[in-house]
């Protein structure tokens, strides 16, 4: 018997849930409380002694099916027989896939499970609706705030704007290259002269460790924001270099999400422009069951700033007219928000 088995012996062999996202995967087994690993969606390749790292989920419109093939493969591999530990032929699968998700990629998922590892059944579950069975509520308005966009899905409103994890560390890093220092062995230089960029992880951490979501700025209008009073931070950079990072770009980082692009999109906009499509006997108890999913929405003072901007919007012309509601009520979902899809897949 192969050594992945043994972990199966004496219980029933559970599904495999499996929610490949653009920055992360959650990989586990139905019946659990939370995800076994969480890996990123990335696949190294080490080729002449070069190491290159493809993306699983971004891009895959440019790939041919046969290269798509190849990549879902090798990184499925690695799930089952790194990761998980067990026999695929033994065990059904549960994919959790974007509503928005292209049938390419799908085709192609399903084709390696059945073909390649040769797995009993596959069941393809739309992430946002799973969500809501780890609630109990029979309708709700998800707001996915991913890596890539952000997007909410409610019957035949799903709405979409480029604004999530890329966005913010395109925007950071902007930041700091245009205002950082950096103390190294011979003094003190601007970020930019040390280093041309700053890598995907590097900009994750320091997003994670150093930026929270401030409340939203209600001086009056045409009034400049006052200078910051959040303290600088220094972090630690390879080769004992340290970062220092001021204060307002710890503090605004995340504005990008609220003061919306050239189309004065934003995710306030996103969410009330979508219960706007919606029959308008559904818009009052989708607008009190929003649940919100997707690592994006973890940040410290998200919440509270994305209902800020929403009550604010209620005011204006555009919606008060058209949207009647007083009440917006948010679910606290039984586990980070990260996985909540996940765990609805089980």
Sequence with gaps: MPLFDVIGLGSEKLA???????????????SETSPRHIIRSVLTHTINGQTETVSVVTNE?????????????????QIYFRYLLVNPRDRRVIICESVLCSTLWRNAIAKVLFKHFEVPSVLFAPHHLLALFTLGV????????GFTETGTAILKAVQTIPLGSKAIHKHLEEQLMERSLVQIETGVKPLSSVVNSLGNETLEDI???TCFVAP??????????????????????DGGRILRIEGQIREQTFDILFDGDEEEKSLAT???????????????????????????????????????????LLQSPRYKENLFMKTIKMHQTPISANCTSWLGGE
């Design 61 to 77: 419109q440019e790939r041919n099916p046969d290269e798509l093939y190849a990549v879902l493969r090798d990184f499925l591999h």
């Design 16 to 30: 495999v849930v499996i929610d490949i996202g653009a920055a992360y995967t959650k990989c586990g087994f139905a």
């Design 270 to 312: 996103c969410l009330l422009d979508s219960l706007l499509k919606c029959p308008i006997d559904t818009r009052k108890p989708l607008a009190e069951n929003i649940v919100l999913i997707g690592g994006t929405v973890m940040t410290p003072g998200f919440k509270h700033r994305l209902m800020q901007e929403i009550y604010c």
């Design 138 to 145: 029979p309708s709700g308005l998800i707001m996915d705030c």
């Design 216 to 237: 939203k700025f209600s001086g009056p209008e045409g009034e400049p924001r006052p200078a910051s009073l959040v303290p600088k931070v220094d972090y630690p950079l």
């Design 207 to 209: 997003k994670v460790r």
